[in-house]
Nanobody, 124 residues
Framework: QVQLVESGGGLVQAGGSLRLSCAASGRTFSGYVMGWFRQAPGKERDFVASISKSGHLTLYSDSVKGRFTISRDNAKNTVYLQMNSLKPEDTALYYC?????????????????WGQGTQVTVSS
C-alpha cells in the first residue's frame, strides 16, 4: 500500500505556471505507475498525465499536451506536474494516483491509491 500527499496548488493568473508535487510513502514508490487527474466542480474526474515506473514513458491528455510536464524522482518518492501557460479551464482539484500494474499506460480503473487533492484556480 502507498499513501499519497499532494501539494503546490494555488491561485494563479492565466498564462502563469504552477508545479504540483505528490509525495509517496509506504511501499516502494518505483513499483508504481503514477498519474495525475483533475476534477472541476460538477464534472467527472479526468485523466491529465501519467508516467511509467522508470520515468521513461509519459502520456498526456490532449487538453494539456505541450503545456504540462509530468516527472518523477524515485529517490525522493515524489512525482511532479509542471503546469505552464495555465488557462481558466485548468481550474480543478488535482489528484495524484498510483497504479500497481505491469502496464506502462494503465487504465484509470487500475489506479487504486489516491491522494486528497490540491486545488488549482486559474483566474482570467
Amino acid at each position: 500500500q502507498v499513501q499519497l500527499v499532494e501539494s503546490g496548488g494555488g491561485l494563479v493568473q492565466a498564462g502563469g505556471s504552477l508545479r504540483l508535487s505528490c509525495a509517496a510513502s509506504g511501499r516502494t514508490f518505483s513499483g508504481y505507475v503514477m498519474g495525475w487527474f483533475r476534477q472541476a466542480p460538477g464534472k467527472e474526474r479526468d485523466f491529465v498525465a501519467s508516467i511509467s515506473k522508470s520515468g521513461h514513458l509519459t502520456l498526456y491528455s490532449d487538453s494539456v499536451k505541450g503545456r504540462f510536464t509530468i516527472s518523477r524522482d524515485n529517490a525522493k518518492n515524489t512525482v511532479y506536474l509542471q503546469m505552464n501557460s495555465l488557462k481558466p479551464e485548468d481550474t480543478a482539484l488535482y489528484y495524484c494516483a498510483a497504479a500497481d500494474t505491469s502496464s506502462d499506460y494503465p487504465h484509470r480503473g487500475l489506479y487504486h491509491y489516491w491522494g486528497q487533492g490540491t486545488q488549482v484556480t486559474v483566474s482570467s
